[in-house]
């Protein structure tokens, strides 16, 4: 499986995504005291509606999408990168999936010089987890670093995962491919990558989160650059409707299902009773907003 071709790895990946049409380098920013967030975006994938919730009735699932206005049949989902300026330092969160992976993503350079964000100026790459939406547009077209200056982080729990020598086996068939890619990436990423464990202070201002799961070695941040606190929670919360109102719930790219909705409401919790805001990856119109309890379960509140 080592051996595996660029275009295998790229054609298997692939094909879990229905989505067709051009990438789109929207952005969106907010204020964080004297920190200024920008959501850029790398475009969007679209997965069919059975990836929102692997092991539950598909009725409740319906009835859920369908109550909230949305369909029940495929989910599209925003690729929201998020980047911190504090004055002439830039930090970014996830990378993309690049040009390569599908036509609906690779907005993140058009993006990026849209928000007046000079890649050669990024100074850190904090990822949440090594899945190819959120790693492989690490690199550019000559599969070299596209932040040339920058260093990239990455948690020891996600790097111990994916080279493992059992990882493949790990996987569904349909996703050995992701594993194969990130490999690839990080390998090349090496020389400047650097490890870290949750809990950590990566660099100042921003600490690790344990949120495992959805990957093994999945982790959140929380962002204090600017003085006033917000969380990037990656993959933690995936849909608008279903990971608040099920978070019990496990998708269809969830590692470990239980473990994923068990750090999905420790989040969940967190944020709700300290009020904090948090930006998500795969939330519409930049993913910004806050959580509420909702009965026994939550709410979404967009910014």
């Known amino acids: 499986m080592a051996g595996l071709s660029r275009r295998a790895v790229l054609g298997s990946a692939a094909a879990l ?23 850029l975006s790398d475009g969007s994938i679209t997965l069919p509606g059975t990836f929102l919730a692997r092991a539950a009735p598909r009725a409740e699932v ?5 109550g909230a206005g949305l369909p029940t049949d495929v989910v599209t989902n925003s690729l929201n990168v998020p980047a911190v300026t504090k004055g002439d330092e830039v930090v970014m969160f996830d990378c993309g999936a690049g040009k390569n992976f ?48 920058a260093t990239y982080h990455l948690s020891q729990g996600e790097w111990d995962f994916w080279f493992a020598p059992d990882v493949f086996s790990k996987l569904p ?6 594993a194969a890619g990130a490999q690839r990436v990080l390998k090349a990423l090496e020389p400047q990558l650097k490890r870290f464990k949750p809990g950590d202070e990566v660099i100042p201002g921003v600490a690790a989160i ?10 959140s941040f929380e962002v204090r650059l600017g003085g006033e606190p917000f969380v990037i929670v990656g993959d933690a919360f995936t849909h608008p409707v279903v990971s608040f109102a099920r978070p019990d719930w496990a998708t269809g790219l969830d590692q470990e299902g239980d473990r994923a909705a068990a750090s999905r409401r420790r989040l969940m919790d967190r944020l709700a009773a ?4 948090f930006t998500a990856y795969h939330l519409p119109k930049g993913g910004i907003g806050r959580v509420e309890i909702a009965g026994s379960a939550f709410r979404y509140v967009p910014a």
Not at 19 to 38: D, I, N, P, R, Y
Request: aromatic residues 4%; hydrophobic residues 40%; contains cysteine.
């Open 62 to 66: 319906e009835a859920l999408l369908t």
């Open 173 to 178: 068939e349909d996703r050995q491919a992701f």
């Open 210 to 219: 344990d949120t495992p799961g959805h990957t093994p070695g999945h982790v």
């Open 17 to 39: 995504a229905v989505g067709t049409g051009a990438a789109s380098a929207q952005t969106a920013t907010a204020a964080f005291g004297s920190a200024k967030l920008s959501i």
């Open 102 to 149: 599908l036509p609906t993503t690779g907005a993140l350079p058009d993006s990026m010089s849209a928000a007046g964000i000079d890649p050669a100026k990024v100074k850190h790459v904090l990822l949440t987890h090594a899945h190819p939406d959120h790693l492989w547009g690490a690199l550019d077209e000559f599969d070299t670093p596209a932040c040339a200056n």
């Open 274 to 277: 300290e009020k904090l805001p």
